[in-house]
């Protein structure tokens, strides 16, 4: 009866323990497509949105400078 009861505690810690396992292998594949498919696609965007951001300052100095002029030209 003893080891009836030892051995289903032995099968439950091992059950556990595989669980657990399966939890962290799981973790860490998530973790290593987060870093090398998500982490350089998310970078990718900053970056462009950073160059977008750029244009429209530019865009934005353009368009006052050309508003300027025909300001300038209803003047006169």
Do not use: W
């Amino acid at each position: 009866m003893k080891a009836n009861s030892e051995d289903r505690v032995a099968v439950a810690r091992s059950v556990t323990i595989s669980i657990v396992t399966a939890i962290f292998v799981i973790l860490g594949l998530a973790s290593t497509v987060t870093n090398y498919i998500i982490r350089p696609q998310t970078d990718a965007l900053i970056e462009q949105i950073v160059e977008l951001r750029a244009e429209v300052a530019t865009l934005k100095r353009s368009n006052a400078a050309h508003f300027g002029q025909i300001k300038s030209a209803l003047k006169q």
